[in-house]
C-alpha cells in the first residue's frame, strides 16, 4: 500500500490568484495522476504526472491552466493558476505502483475560491 | 473511449436491507473493473475489483461479478448496516490501462 500526503488540505482562495497543492507518497510509485471532484460530480482525470518530463493531460485541462510538476518517484505538484469560482473543487492525488493494480488516493484538497 | 454508467443515488436503506448498485461499462477489450467507497470525511479507497469476465469481487460482504455479456458490474450485499454508509464509486481503467474513469457516484444511506 502507500500512503498519501496532500497539503493543504483545504484553502479559501482570491479569483485571479493561483494555488499549487503538493501530494507526497511514503513509497516510490511508478504513476501519479491529479483528479478534479466537483461538488456533487465524480472524479474527473487531469492529467498523469510523468518524472522529469511535462504531465499528459486530458482533454479539457491545459498545462497553462494547471501546470504540473514531478520531480521524483515520491513528489508531484498541482498549480491551479489564475482562479475562478468555477476551479471550486477537491483535487485529489492518486498513485499506483503499475498498471491495472490497486490505486491509492490522498484525503483531497478542497478548494473554494472567491 | 472507456466510460462507466452508474445508478444515481441517493440510495436509503434500513439496516439489514439488500443492496444493489447498479453499474455498466463501455469498454475497448476488457479492462479491470473497480469499485471505490468514500467514506464520510475519509479518503477513497478500494473496495474491490475484478480482473476478468466472470470473476468475482469480494470485500466486506459486498460482491460484483464481472458480467461480459450484459457489460456490468452491479455492487450487492446482502445485508447493510449503518457503517456501510458512505459514497460508492463504479470505475474501470482507461484505454491506455493506466488511469482510472469513475462513475457519477452513489450515496448510501442507511439508517437502523
Known amino acids: 500500500s502507500a500512503v498519501i500526503s496532500q497539503k493543504p488540505s483545504r484553502d479559501i482562495c482570491q479569483r485571479g490568484t493561483s494555488l499549487t497543492i503538493q501530494c507526497q507518497v511514503d513509497?516510490?510509485?511508478?504513476?501519479m495522476f491529479w483528479y478534479r471532484q466537483q461538488p456533487g460530480q465524480s472524479l474527473t482525470l487531469i492529467a498523469t504526472a510523468n518524472q522529469g518530463s511535462e504531465a499528459t493531460y486530458e482533454s479539457g485541462f491545459v498545462i497553462d491552466k494547471f501546470p504540473i510538476s514531478r520531480p521524483n518517484l515520491t513528489f508531484s505538484t498541482l498549480t491551479v493558476s489564475n482562479m475562478s469560482p468555477e476551479d471550486s473543487s477537491i483535487y485529489l492525488c492518486?498513485?499506483?505502483?503499475?498498471?491495472?493494480?490497486?490505486?491509492?488516493f490522498g484525503q483531497g484538497t478542497r478548494l473554494t475560491v472567491v | 473511449g472507456n466510460s462507466v454508467t452508474q445508478m444515481e443515488g441517493p440510495v436509503t436503506l434500513s439496516e439489514e436491507a439488500f443492496l444493489t448498485i447498479n453499474c455498466t461499462y463501455t469498454?475497448?477489450?476488457?479492462?479491470?473493473l473497480f469499485w471505490y467507497v468514500q467514506y464520510p470525511g475519509e479518503g477513497l479507497q478500494l473496495l474491490l475489483k475484478a480482473t476478468k469476465a466472470d470473476d468475482k469481487g469480494s470485500n466486506k460482504g459486498f460482491e460484483a461479478t464481472y458480467r461480459k455479456e450484459t457489460t456490468s458490474f452491479h455492487l450487492e450485499k446482502g445485508s447493510v448496516q449503518v457503517s456501510d454508509s458512505a459514497v460508492y464509486f463504479c470505475?474501470?481503467?482507461?484505454?491506455?490501462?493506466?488511469?482510472?474513469?469513475f462513475g457519477k457516484g452513489t450515496t448510501l444511506s442507511v439508517s437502523s
Open positions: 469498454a475497448t477489450g476488457y479492462p479491470s
Open positions: 492518486s498513485v499506483s505502483s503499475a498498471a491495472d493494480t490497486e490505486a491509492f
Open positions: 470505475a474501470l481503467l482507461n484505454q491506455a490501462g493506466t488511469a482510472l474513469i
Open positions: 513509497s516510490q510509485v511508478t504513476m
